[in-house]
């Protein structure tokens, strides 16, 4: 079983959707968790961490479920510029610092 | 503010040919720094994670090594690429503290 698990997509949108991803993780030892973006040919941008009592910014949700090891992330209003990859990302201690592991990452495309 | 440059931008080598990449960030000390590859398609792959001067830990064996001169410097080096060293090298730093981590803007690598 991969660490963490994303379905790669493509999730292909209309303008204005709601679409939502999600990923698994499989070391419960993992406390911090992360959805960054990654533009084609870009590197990974930190999009917003993922708190236990789930959080907001703006229009994207992120929820969090220790007792399933599941993430989510929920985009509302979709724009054109949300297309990306987003990226699940989870830390695993080791040895003295944190070490993240990263998902393949789920495409979006929004179309007009 | 804190930056973090790589160079170069893109690099086309020759199989069996030597590799330097270079990594320098700014605004901040003692930073813990990674090298990343990301293959075609594929989720990153840590390569190497330094938590200071001359402290280098290697996460996967491969013809690949790092060093860290100064505090704010990392470099990743080869002396003999392969084909399989092609892909898409990205730095990365997190503050002592947390586990937050911030890519620069990467090194696409083209091994013929």
């Known amino acids: 079983r991969k660490e963490v698990e994303q379905d790669p997509g493509p999730f292909n949108v209309p303008e204005g959707a709601t679409v939502a991803f999600n990923c698994t993780y499989s070391?419960?030892?993992?406390?911090?968790f992360f959805w960054y973006r990654q533009d084609c040919r870009k590197e990974p941008k930190l999009l917003m961490s993922?708190?236990?009592s789930g959080n907001e910014d703006g229009r994207f949700t992120a929820q969090l479920n220790r007792a399933s090891q599941y993430i989510s992330l929920l985009i509302r209003d979709s724009k054109l510029s949300d297309s990306a990859t987003y990226l699940c990302?989870?830390?695993?201690?080791?040895?003295?610092?944190?070490?993240?592991?990263f998902g393949a990452g789920t495409r979006l495309a929004v179309h007009p | 503010s804190q930056t973090i440059h790589q160079w170069p931008a893109t690099l086309v080598q020759p199989v069996g040919s030597p590799l330097s990449l270079e990594c320098t960030v700014e605004?901040?000390?003692?930073?813990?720094l990674y090298w990343y590859r990301q293959a075609a398609g594929r989720g990153l792959q840590l390569l190497f994670y330094s938590v200071g001067i001359g402290q280098i830990s290697s996460e996967v064996p491969q013809n690949l090594s790092a060093s860290r001169p100064q505090d704010r410097q990392f470099i990743l080096s080869s002396k003999k690429l392969l084909l399989s060293d092609s892909g898409f090298y990205l730095c990365a730093r997190a503050e002592s503290s947390t586990d937050t981590q911030y890519f620069g803007p990467g090194t696409r690598l083209t091994v013929l």
């Open positions: 993922v708190y236990s």
């Open positions: 605004g901040t000390s003692n930073p813990n």
């Open positions: 990302v989870v830390n695993l201690p080791s040895g003295g610092y944190n070490k993240l592991i």
């Open positions: 070391n419960s030892a993992s406390q911090s």
